[in-house]
């Protein structure tokens, strides 16, 4: 699943004159948004950054400013740790990682027993055998024989 990210700049504030310039940006409103290219679902975040005016660095006119620029100015102002989470958090509003661990208050399920093959069926014992015998006196008697 692919996230696009989208950095933008929804206002900026300025002074309206500072020494010789004129419109000289102070504070940027952002935005970042979150699009997942496979179901379209979208998460916004957004903020204020504080631009320091710097007089080593060249004036640009209000007129002059890209959108690069500026999102580069808040980017610098947040830091690279804080731009990576701001990223993260809004990448896992479309795209979360969802679980399922058990309930707490619920004892764990005990293992299922190994599986175990049955024991074979055991072979039937033979039918007795059933002998006679004849005693000295002339009876018969029978005899059952062991199978064993």
Same mark, same amino acid.
């Given at each position: 699943?692919?996230?696009?990210?989208?950095?933008g700049?929804?206002?900026?504030?300025? @002074?309206?004159?500072? &020494?010789?310039?004129? *419109?000289?940006? @102070?504070?940027?409103?952002?935005?970042?948004? $979150?699009?997942?290219?496979?179901?379209?679902?979208?998460?916004?975040?957004?903020?204020?950054?504080p631009?320091?005016?710097?007089p080593?660095?060249? @004036?640009?006119?209000?007129? *002059?400013?890209?959108?690069?620029?500026?999102?580069?100015?808040?980017? +610098?102002?947040?830091?690279? $740790?804080?731009?990576?989470?701001?990223?993260?958090?809004?990448?896992?509003?479309?795209?979360?990682?969802?679980?399922?661990?058990?309930?707490?208050?619920?004892?764990?399920?005990?293992?299922?027993p *190994?599986?175990?093959?049955?024991?074979?069926?055991? !072979?039937?014992?033979? $039918?007795?055998?059933?002998?006679?015998?004849?005693?000295? +006196?002339g &009876?018969? +008697? !029978?005899?059952? &024989?062991? +199978?064993?």
């Amino acid at each position: 699943m692919a996230v696009t990210l989208t950095w933008g700049v929804a206002a900026m504030e300025c @002074f309206a004159r500072l &020494a010789e310039y004129q *419109d000289v940006v @102070f504070k940027v409103s952002w935005t970042l948004t $979150a699009l997942d290219d496979t179901t379209g679902n979208t998460a916004t975040t957004q903020g204020m950054q504080p631009v320091p005016i710097d007089p080593t660095v060249p @004036f640009t006119p209000y007129e *002059d400013l890209t959108e690069a620029q500026v999102i580069g100015w808040v980017q +610098t102002g947040l830091g690279t $740790a804080l731009v990576a989470q701001y990223e993260a958090d809004v990448t896992n509003q479309v795209d979360p990682e969802i679980i399922f661990p058990p309930l707490p208050w619920v004892p764990p399920a005990p293992p299922p027993p *190994d599986p175990t093959p049955p024991d074979p069926t055991p !072979e039937p014992d033979p $039918a007795p055998v059933v002998t006679a015998n004849e005693s000295s +006196t002339g &009876a018969t +008697t !029978e005899a059952v &024989a062991s +199978t064993k």
